[in-house]
Every structure is written in C-alpha cells, then in structure tokens.
C-alpha cells in the first residue's frame, strides 16, 4: 500500500494556509488499508481493498484537503459554525472569525482509480496540521479548528508550536481554521496560542509610581 498525503516542514515559512501531517500519521493511514489497525471502515470499502490487492494492484489512501471559499461551504455547515462562533461571543468582548473553509477526505484508490472513501474512523484519530503563513500571526491571537461533521459543529482540541497548529481527528468533513483575537477575557477553550510567534507593535503598559 502506498500513502499518499502531505507533509508539513516545520523549518520553511509558508505564505498561505497549508494542511498536511506528521510522518506517524503516514504510518497510521498505512495500518488502515493493511488491515494492522482497529480503524472500522465500511465492509465495502474493505472488500474492494482486499480484490484489490488480491489482484496485486497498487493501493493508494490520499488526504485530500480543499480550500473553500465562502459560497462553497455547504449552507447546513455554514450555518452551525456561524451558530457557534455566535454563542462564544455573545455577551464578551472576544473577537472570533474564520480564516479558512476546508473540505477533509480520505481517499482509498487502486491503480489511481478511486475505490472507496474515509468518512469516519470511529475509535481511530490520525493527527492533522495547519500551517499558518505570517501575516495572520498577531500579539494575543490565538488559533483553533472547528469540525462540523453529521450536522454537529464543534471545536476541536489543538494546540500551536512554531506557526503549525496540531490536532486529532476521526471524521473528515467540512473543517474551519478560526483564530481569536483576545482582548481581556481568556481564549476560548480549543484555542491556543502560537508560542513562538513573532510579536509585533508591543506596548509596556507599567504604570511608573508617582510621588504622593
């Protein structure tokens, strides 16, 4: 079986949002389509898999991950992060928005002919990577992931090192990168900063004692 899926590079500075993932997930992917892993795939697919190396052909399981502009979001999906990102903000000074729309699929192919999709590994989690270009790094931002899979949207556990943020997934649907601007209250939980990110226009608001 061949994995076909990019990988993020930690040491070169990307100029728009990338996805891709780590070299254990290529690992991971790989024990599904060999049968090594507790992934639960439809029995289809599976039998398609097993013809199909039966038949000595080349397997090939790809992540597919495409950028979608605003009018391309599926309106259900569309509505329910709006929904979320309105009751994480009602009421506070927080400022929360979507940067990136993405469509997540894992593909299974033999012999470049598509045989089956991955819309959802139940117990199994493979880990995902955005890298985030420069000029959307600001002083207090903080980044987060939300998912919104089978008509339910929420916001998943990430965290943020060197511009890359990190999270784990089992289902493959309609993602949005989201950042928060934090102003007095704290992130919102799935929120991370990045750690190492470049500050700018920084202020020293300490206040200089008086004399009385």
Known sequence: PVVDVPV???????????????????????????????????????????????????????????????????AADAEKITELLTAQTSNSDKTLAVQQYFDFSVLVSANNQVIGEITELNSSKITLQIAIPAELQKEGRTFGVIRVHNGVAEILNSSVENHILTFETNQFSTYALAYEDVQKSPPIPGFTPDNNQQVTNTQNTQETAKEP
Do not use: F
């Not at 029995?43 to 000595?56: C, F, H, S, V």
């Open 8 to 74: 993020i590079d930690p040491s070169v500075p990307v100029e728009e949002v990338q996805v891709g993932v780590t070299p254990e997930t290529e690992n991971e992917l790989n024990d599904i389509i060999s049968g090594n892993s507790d992934a639960e795939i439809s029995t289809e697919l599976q039998q398609n898999i097993d013809e199909a190396l039966a038949r000595g052909d080349q397997v090939t399981i790809s992540l597919k991950s495409d950028k979608l502009e605003n009018n391309q979001v599926p």
